[in-house]
């Protein structure tokens, strides 16, 4: 049976909840113990956390992993900045890989005139829908990125909707990491709550408005081949 997209994504929060409340209580060093270390290894700490951010999520892992190890390593402020960078370079270098190699195999598709279509509504709205679905936690990041590689969606635009769309949660899980573990206000997370909610209504509407453009111009593409 086939789960609604909201059930998934409350169970991603509820999991993530899970992890952050586990860290909190697991017999662990210190937190200020490990952050006194990260810091005195100068900016080798932040360049080593970008450089396994940035290359472990070129595959399916799940970038809350990294978002949430920014707020317990580095604290909010560093945390965020980190997380978000991470974020931008990840997405930057999967989208210029996925063109670069895929690039020529789209093109040829492109002789498809349902592909085309699909490409041109991309093109049109790409930067809202990116914008939307940035913003539900259970789209994994790095296939994602590959779409948006796949598609004629420009470059910086797609950036900036992949930034824009995935600020809100990236902020409120490094503050929600970084509160736990300092004894903060965990009731932060339910925050991203919200945000998963509103992404979900922006995608939602993006998709059905690609869908109903599809049906409207498919007929005419199909009488025209």
């Not at 789209?139 to 909707?161: H, K, Q, T």
């Not at 824009?164 to 004894?183: E, H, K, M, R």
């Not at 109903?212 to 005419?220: E, H």
């Amino acid at each position: 049976m086939r789960r609604h997209p909201l059930a998934s994504s409350a169970g991603l929060l509820a999991l993530g909840l899970l992890v952050l409340l586990g860290v909190a209580f697991m017999p662990t060093p210190e937190i200020e113990t490990v952050r006194r270390q990260v810091a005195d290894s100068g900016v080798w700490g932040p360049a080593t956390y970008l450089a396994l951010m940035v290359g472990t999520t070129q595959v399916p892992v799940p970038r809350t992993i990294w978002t949430v190890s920014a707020g317990v390593i580095f604290g909010s402020l560093i945390g965020c900045l980190l997380a978000i960078g991470g974020m931008a370079l990840s997405a930057a270098l999967s989208m210029m890989v996925v063109r670069w190699m895929a690039g020529p195999a789209v093109r040829r598709a492109e002789d498809n005139d349902r592909v085309r279509l699909v490409q041109e509504i991309l093109s049109e709205r790409g930067w809202t829908t990116v914008l939307g679905l940035r913003m539900i936690p259970v789209i994994p990041f790095s296939l994602l990125n590959y779409a948006c590689g796949l598609s004629r969606i420009p470059m910086l635009p797609c950036l900036a909707a992949t930034v824009a769309g995935s600020i809100p949660l990236t902020v409120v899980a490094v503050v929600a990491a970084d509160a736990v573990v300092a004894d903060g206000d965990p009731r932060v997370v339910l925050i991203g709550v919200v945000v998963g909610l509103t992404g979900l209504v922006i995608a939602g509407r993006e998709v059905l408005g690609i869908q109903r453009q599809l049906a409207s111009q498919g007929p005419t593409v199909d009488r025209n081949r």
